[in-house]
């Protein structure tokens, strides 16, 4: 299981989530994707986009000024 | 072909850069959130798929030619309103990258990463003399009106 990294805190709508699924393409099943994202509108619609697509939400964390870290599991 | 039955079919005709944005906004949104998803270029819309995307002689004959190049591709693509003789979009495009936002090149570069499907216009290519092989590569074929409606049956049809 290999760990890769995203940031997309300086990303808008829909380049967020369009970002956050062409790189959950490229890594294999049940790989982690950790994603740095600001809140509001990529943290509602990152997580939402990756489970509609079948993968999972592994965690949730806010880690400092409006910036979350979000981990996604390949499914 | 996503495998699922949430599709979203987009007529691109107007071939403003205003417009491109949007299509192409709502296009690669939709294919992020697992829509199946269509563009159908057609008319001025051709001049975003072109292969040579600046004032370029393109296609066959020579009325159709000078349109072409007077049209020129997609580096060349208008504003709706306040164009200035071609500045604005430019300008626009400075201003979406300096508050990061995606511009339309990189939308569209997005849009072939995630597999959209593109088509062209077989009427409106016949009147401008062009062919596929005037088109990037990712246009996967030239549509008329039927086979438009078998590829967009059962999802949303958007004109802009």
Redesign the interface.
């Known amino acids: 299981m290999a760990k890769y990294k995203l940031d997309i805190t300086?990303?808008?709508?829909?380049?967020t989530?369009?970002k956050?699924?062409?790189e959950l393409a490229k890594i294999n099943t049940g790989d982690l994707l950790e994603i740095t994202l600001t809140g509001g509108e990529p943290l509602e619609?990152v997580p939402?986009?990756a489970s509609?697509?079948g993968h999972k939400i592994i965690e949730t964390k806010y880690l400092h000024n409006n910036t979350y870290l979000l981990v996604i599991e390949k499914g | 072909m996503t495998g699922n039955n949430k599709k979203i079919s987009i007529i691109s005709f107007s071939g403003d850069f205003d417009k491109l944005v949007a299509a192409f906004?709502l296009a690669?949104?939709s294919?992020?959130?697992?829509y199946e998803v269509n563009i159908f270029f057609t008319f001025w819309g051709l001049n975003a798929i072109k292969k040579k995307k600046g004032h370029k002689f393109t296609g066959k004959g020579l009325l159709a030619r000078s349109f072409n190049f007077l049209m020129g591709g997609s580096n060349n693509v208008p504003l709706s309103r306040l164009n200035f003789c071609g500045l604005s979009p430019k300008l626009m495009s400075k201003l979406m990258k300096k508050?990061?936002?995606?511009t339309l090149n990189?939308l569209y570069n997005?849009a072939k990463?995630?597999g959209i499907n593109l088509y062209a216009c077989e009427m409106s290519m016949h009147i401008l003399g062009l062919t596929l092989s005037d088109f990037d590569k990712e246009v996967k074929e030239v549509l008329g009106v039927p086979k438009f409606l078998e590829y967009s049956e059962g999802g949303d049809r958007i004109f802009i």
């Not at chain 1, 300086?10 to 380049?15: L, Q, S």
């Not at chain 2, 508050?99 to 995606?102: H, K, L, P, S």
């Open positions: 300086k990303d808008h709508c829909p380049m989530f369009v956050t699924k062409v619609n939402k986009s509609e697509q | 906004t690669t949104g294919a992020a959130m697992n508050r990061n936002v995606a990189e997005a990463d995630l």
